[in-house]
Structures are given as C-alpha cells and as structure tokens.
C-alpha cells in the first residue's frame, strides 16, 4: 500500500513536471513566434530604409504622379505658403532625359546606390515636358547645332549639363557648344560631369574611390541579389581585400605593364614609357608593343596583372583636371599598383600609398630605380595594399545620381545660371595638350 501510495506520489510529481515541461515548450513556441514576427517586421523596416528598391517607395510613386498633376493645375493660384519641406521631400520628381536614354536605365541607378532619396522617375517621354522638374542634357559627339531643344521651360525646372566624358575627347562637341548659341549662353542651371567643380560630380564612366564598408560595388550587389544574406555578415566572412593581394605578391614575377589603345598622344607619354622600358622591363601589349594582344587577351587584361605584373601604367591620354579614368581605378581592383601620369591632383582623388605617380619623381631613371627597389622588398612594395583596409575601388559609381535625386527635392538651393557653357566646360577645363616641359625626360 505504502509502495503504490509512493508510487502514486512520484507518478503525480512526474505529471505536473511534465505538465510544467509542456506549458514551458509552449511558451518557448509563442516567444519564438512572436520574436520572429518581431525581428521580420524589423527586417522589413531596415530593408525600407537602405534598399530604395522597397514596394513601398512604387506606392508613393503612384500617389505622387496624381500629386504632380493636381499641382500643375494650380499653377495660377498665388503662392501663399512655402512647401512643407518633408512632404516636398516626398513628393516625386521627373527627370527628363532629353537624349541618351538607355532602355535598362530607368530607376535602376538609384536602385544600385541605395540612395538616401528615391522618389524620382526618369523618363525620355519628351511630352512630359511641362511636368518635368529636371531635364538632363547629354553633351556628346552628336551635339550639334541642329540638335533639336525643349521648345519650353519654366522658371523653376533645372536643365542640367551632363557630360559621361572629358570636353577635349570630342571635338565636334567643342565646336557645337562654340557656335549654337542657344545653348551656350543662358541655358543650362546645373553641371554634371567628372569634375570636382560641378554641381553633381558625376563619375559613373570613370571611377572612384569610397570608405568602407561601402555596398555600391556590382560584385557586392550581385552577392545581395543572388543569396540574400544579409550583407553585414557578408562583409565580416569575406577575407579582407588588403590580406588577398598580399597572399598574390609571391606569385608576381613580372615588374611592368602597359596596355594602350593610343600609341602617339599629344601629351608624349609613349616618349616617358620608351625610356622607362630601357631601365625595367616594360611589356606593352597591343599596337604599340611588342606583345600582341587579341580581343580575349585584351578582355582578360586585368586578370594577366592581378596573377603575373606588380605595376601597371595608367598613363592618362589626355591631362585634364580631375580626369583619372577607368583604367587606374580597374587595375586599383585587381591587385597591381599602378603608376600613374596625368593631370589631376591624385593626392585629393585616391588615398595615399594606392599609386605611385610618376612626376613625383625628378628622373625616369629615379622611378626606374625605386620599381626595382620595391621588387627585392616585398615588405616595402605591400604597404601599396595598405589603404585596402580602409578603401576600396568603386567602378562604376552611383552618388552622382543620388545627388541629382536629393538636388531634385532640395528647394532651399537657389536659382542657378551658366552664363557661358563653352567657357566653362571648353576654356576653363584645364587640360594640358602637350607636357614636353613638364615630363623628366632624359634627353
Ligand atoms: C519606409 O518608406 C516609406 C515610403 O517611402 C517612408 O514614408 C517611411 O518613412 C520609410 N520608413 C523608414 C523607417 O525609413
Ligand atoms: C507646355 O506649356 C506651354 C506653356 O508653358 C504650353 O503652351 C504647351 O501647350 C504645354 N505643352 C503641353 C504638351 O502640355
Ligand atoms: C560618338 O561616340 C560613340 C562612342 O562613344 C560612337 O559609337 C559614335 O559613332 C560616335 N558618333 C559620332 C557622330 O561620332
Ligand atoms: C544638321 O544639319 C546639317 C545640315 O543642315 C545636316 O547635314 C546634319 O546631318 C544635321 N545634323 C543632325 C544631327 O541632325
Ligand atoms: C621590340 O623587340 C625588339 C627586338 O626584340 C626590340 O629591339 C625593340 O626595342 C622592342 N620594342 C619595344 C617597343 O619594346
Ligand atoms: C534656370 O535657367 C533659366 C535660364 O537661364 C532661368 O531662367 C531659371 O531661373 C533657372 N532656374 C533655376 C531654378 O535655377
Ligand atoms: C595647345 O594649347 C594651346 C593653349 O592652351 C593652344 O594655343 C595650342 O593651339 C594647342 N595645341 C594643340 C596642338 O592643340
């Protein structure tokens, strides 16, 4: 009796201790809902505010377009208050691409650069005209001075110059901003273009450099899109870039390289590599060299430095301000430094120690020299990757469109006028057309 009172006593004890053990799962499953309904919904809410490309920011669109019409009818009625600045923030503003419009475009550049502001739409629909905040002029080889112009404007619309290349890389442009004066004197209320002293610095086609972590890369975006991880832990599992190209410095066996598409320049850079090339070993592949180079050898260029060359020559064509082209900002990516020569300040445009510019140096023979130096002191040529940690290349960047979209919303900036585009764009575009005095040149 006594047994199976005990018994009875243990099996009770054992129920409510599984009874307690159930209640306790089931608050676990409820907490462990409820916190994945929480965490969701804030994942939600991240995504809202970094990834532009949110829903929610096309319903906002929707309502807007209804809200740029009804404003349009009301033109006549005096103003009698300032906007809102957050619903003027909000509300969505048409830029209009005169010419130039690339069909895979539309918001896609602002998509990609997660910008801060999205609520802009592009459009080439010229018969949106009137309902336009900002209408972007492409200056190109087919400017010409039959091009066709919007017929009207409005005080308050921004015709916007922008440029994807440097004036002096076309001369029929040149001569178009010269002699139609409809668009050279007047025109145009905003500049967009690679260099610093525009209202937008636009460096789409030619590259940049941002502090990480920076997600604008296509390679980062290509990972975001494909696995959908969060891109914080992408970061943190990636090796750093700096430990990569230092693990690539013991395979390196060749010194320098040069691919150029333009053998003789006005600049004479052809004369500073010759002699360069009779101190180090320079292999120049392509029409100028020696090195033949197909269409796949030239395709796979950066891959052949990144495995084989510890310099490149990014050796500008053209010397212009703040014109540092692709070709440094590629090579910057694959692992090799380059050793440059051009006309910008290279000092302001890319971090110490990520380049080795040649004018720095009082003599070809002096570079010459110092190549060598940091090919026997593997120790003094990897503080070239140092800036890795801190940097990193962006090929193709999108802040300048993100500043046109903020721009676009920002009706404290006041009233703008180029007076004289060509004297801008053409006379004041400090290029250099010839540095045989400026070059170290032995004689
Ligand atoms: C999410 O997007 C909407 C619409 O663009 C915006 O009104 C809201 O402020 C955003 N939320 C956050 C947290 O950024
Ligand atoms: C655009 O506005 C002008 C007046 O500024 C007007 O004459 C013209 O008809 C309008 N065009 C369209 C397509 O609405
Ligand atoms: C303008 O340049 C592009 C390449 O940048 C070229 O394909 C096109 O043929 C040129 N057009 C003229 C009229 O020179
Ligand atoms: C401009 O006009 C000239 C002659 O009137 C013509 O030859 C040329 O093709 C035109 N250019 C464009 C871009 O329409
Ligand atoms: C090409 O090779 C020849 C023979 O090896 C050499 O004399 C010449 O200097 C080389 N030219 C260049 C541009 O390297
Ligand atoms: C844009 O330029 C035009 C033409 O010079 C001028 O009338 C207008 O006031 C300017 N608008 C702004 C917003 O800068
Ligand atoms: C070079 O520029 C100067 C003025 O900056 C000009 O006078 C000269 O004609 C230019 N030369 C060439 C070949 O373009």
């Known amino acids: 009796m006594r047994l199976s009172i005990s018994k009875l006593l243990v099996s009770a004890r054992l129920l409510v201790q599984w009874r307690i053990f159930k209640i306790t799962l089931l608050l676990l499953v409820i907490g462990g809902v409820f916190y994945a309904t929480q965490s969701s919904l804030g994942i939600a809410r991240n995504q809202n505010s970094t990834d532009g490309s949110s829903s929610l920011d096309s319903f906002a669109s929707a309502s807007s377009i209804m809200d740029i019409f009804l404003k349009s009818d009301e033109q006549d009625v005096p103003e009698e208050d300032y906007p809102d600045p957050q619903e003027e923030a909000n509300r969505l503003k048409i ?48 400017t010409s001075p039959n091009t066709t112009l919007p017929e009207y404007r409005q005080p308050h619309q921004r015709f916007v110059f922008v440029a994807r290349h440097a004036s002096i890389e076309s001369e029929s442009l040149i001569e178009a901003l010269t002699n139609d004066h409809r668009i050279r004197f007047d025109y145009f209320n905003w500049t967009m273009t690679y260099r610093q002293d525009s209202d ?188 890795k940690k801190v940097y990193q290349a962006v090929l193709s960047p999108k802040s300048g469109w993100c500043d046109l979209c903020r721009m676009a919303h920002d009706f404290s900036l006041k009233p703008k006028i180029y007076k004289d585009i060509k004297l801008w764009w053409v006379d004041e575009m400090k290029c250099q057309n010839d540095s045989l005095g400026i070059l170290p040149l032995a004689k």
């Open 95 to 142: 830029i209009l691409y005169w010419n130039e419009w690339d069909s895979n475009m539309g918001n896609q550049p602002l998509i990609d650069g997660l910008c801060p502001v999205t609520s802009c739409i592009f459009t080439p629909d010229r018969s949106l005209l009137n309902f336009s905040h900002v209408v972007l002029f492409f200056a190109n080889n087919e």
């Open 200 to 387: 937008i610095v636009f460096r789409e086609s030619f590259g940049a450099i941002k502090k990480l972590p920076y997600l604008m890369s296509q390679r980062s975006l290509a990972e975001r899109k494909n696995k959908k991880v969060s891109t914080t832990l992408q970061l943190m599992k990636r090796p750093s870039a700096r430990a990569r190209a230092v693990s690539r410095i013991g395979s390196k066996n060749k010194l320098v390289a040069w691919f150029p598409k333009t053998c003789t320049t006005s600049i004479h850079r052809e004369e500073y590599v010759r002699q360069l090339g009779q101190l180090v070993p320079v292999d120049i592949y392509g029409p100028c060299g020696n090195l033949s180079c197909n269409f796949d050898c030239f395709q796979s260029r950066y891959d052949t430095l990144r495995l084989d060359y510890k310099f490149y020559l990014a050796f500008e064509e053209f010397w212009c301000a703040d014109y540092i082209t692709a070709e440094f900002y590629n090579v910057l990516d694959y692992d090799t430094v380059p050793i440059v020569l051009g006309g910008a300040d290279y000092e302001i445009l890319a971090p110490p120690n990520s380049f080795i510019n040649a004018l720095d140096f009082p003599s070809v023979g002096a570079l010459a020299e110092y190549l060598l130096f940091l090919d026997k002191n593997p120790e003094f040529y990897s503080r070239y990757f140092e800036w």
